[in-house]
């Protein structure tokens, strides 16, 4: 507030007032004078005093939309807090200082299966695990993270506290369910511990040949062909593993895109079994084949992938009788089935064959150069192309792969 004019004014008025009662002294004047100061002085103080009433009144008001403002924000930041930890994946809860949990989303329910909101912390006890985390970041007052595991489940556990000043007013718990990462690493462990395996066979078998013919020097010409041939063959077959392990690494990918091309699928399958033909009647298996054309949306190459295996497989696994390969139109979906007369498959491995290097018979396999890997990759690309693929077989009676491809209507035929 400026309010010097207005005091020098009255002061001068004062100083002039004074000399003049000293240099003159007229009572009528001064009276005059003297009632005029007093009427200016409290003219003056009312003024200030409405300008600093009217000051304050801003100022007030000010303050208080201020604090209304930061009243808004706070509740907008709070709403956006909800709002986020519903849609956050995770599972989050707040302690304040007297321990007493005052948020907690609906994710921790569905990880615990209990309610914790505006309970006392010492809900958790039911949780072991958990509990024993929160109370020692309550106590200890600090950031900590722990790794926790709950009916078969694993949780990541952060806390973080929450001070005002120097002065502890709870703190912030996020959980995170991290039970589908801990069985990607189950996975790709007992996965690299497989393709170890797989590699060690050929590799010794290739190391071991290499070494007698290096070790005997009079071995015959027969002998040295018999050990190339076979030192050639456990090359191709691992050659055809790595092949198969570059395209479950392909597949795996999640940027992983198939090449969608509208193909006729019964040319999918002429060109299969133009290729497999010969191997077909060395085994003097008889064919029975019945594709019906159909346009599809698919990507050429993995499904000729797919097709080729599954001949493959049924003409590996049958040493007499038959092979039946049917397609055709059923509702919205093309239906595949490929049967043959071969070994079959017992009911208890029906899950297990599409696991990754999983062998119905592990010396026929070796024997005809199996990876292992084909109808892992099978299934993987026919998932991708959002179909299914399911077995039925009778031990020593056969088998019959069923594979389902959506049509959609424009390309149906």
């Known amino acids: 507030m400026k309010f010097g004019k207005r005091y020098s004014s009255i002061l001068v008025y004062y100083i002039f007032v004074l000399l003049y009662i000293i240099l003159d002294g007229n009572k009528y004047v001064v009276s005059f004078l003297v009632l005029s100061l007093l009427a200016i002085t409290y003219y003056v103080f009312l003024n200030v005093r409405d ?8 100022s007030v008001s000010t303050l208080l939309h201020k604090l209304d403002k930061t009243k808004k924000e706070t509740e907008e930041s709070y709403k956006k807090f909800l709002s986020l930890s519903k849609t956050l994946g995770s599972g989050v809860f707040m302690v304040d200082d007297k321990g007493k949990i005052t948020f907690s989303n609906k994710d921790i329910k569905d990880f615990f299966g209990i309610d914790i909101n505006n309970k006392d912390y010492k809900e958790l006890a039911k949780i072991k695990p958990l509990y024993k985390f929160v109370n020692e970041s309550y106590l200890l007052e600090k950031q900590s993270r722990k790794q926790i595991t709950f009916e078969d489940h694993h949780f990541d556990l952060i806390s973080t506290p929450l001070f005002e000043g120097e002065f502890f007013v709870g703190m912030l718990v996020l959980v995170h369910d991290i039970t589908s990462l801990r069985t990607a690493e189950k996975f790709q462990k007992q996965f690299t511990a ?9 590799l010794s078998a290739i190391k071991g040949f290499s070494e007698i013919m290096l070790r005997d020097k009079n071995m015959s010409e027969q002998n040295k062909q018999e050990f190339l041939g076979l030192i050639n063959k456990e090359s191709e077959r691992m050659e055809i593993i790595l092949n198969d392990l570059m395209v479950i690494s392909r597949l795996d990918r999640l940027d992983y895109e198939l090449e969608i091309v509208s193909h006729d699928i019964k040319q999918v399958f002429d060109e299969a079994i133009s290729v497999l033909s010969s191997k077909i009647t060395e085994k003097s298996l008889e064919l029975e084949y019945n594709v019906e054309p159909c346009t599809l949306e698919l990507d050429k190459f993995k499904i000729s992938q797919v097709i080729m295996n599954m001949i493959k497989n049924a003409i590996n696994y049958t040493d007499q009788g038959f092979i039946k390969i049917v397609g055709f139109v059923k509702d919205d979906n093309y239906i595949i089935n490929i049967c043959d ?49 399911s077995v039925e077989s009778t031990e020593n009676k056969g088998s019959t792969f069923s594979i389902t491809l959506p049509i959609k209507p424009s390309k149906k035929e």
């Open 194 to 202: 497989d393709v170890s395996h797989e590699l060690r066979t050929p």
């Open 51 to 58: 300008v600093i009433l009217g000051e304050k009144d801003a």
């Open 341 to 389: 007369s071969g070994i079959g498959i017992n009911q208890e491995n029906f899950e297990n064959i599409f696991k990754r290097f999983y062998r119905v018979d592990k010396a026929r396999s070796r024997d005809t150069g199996g990876s292992g890997l084909g109808l892992s990759i099978s299934k993987n690309i026919i998932l991708k192309h959002s179909g299914t693929i």
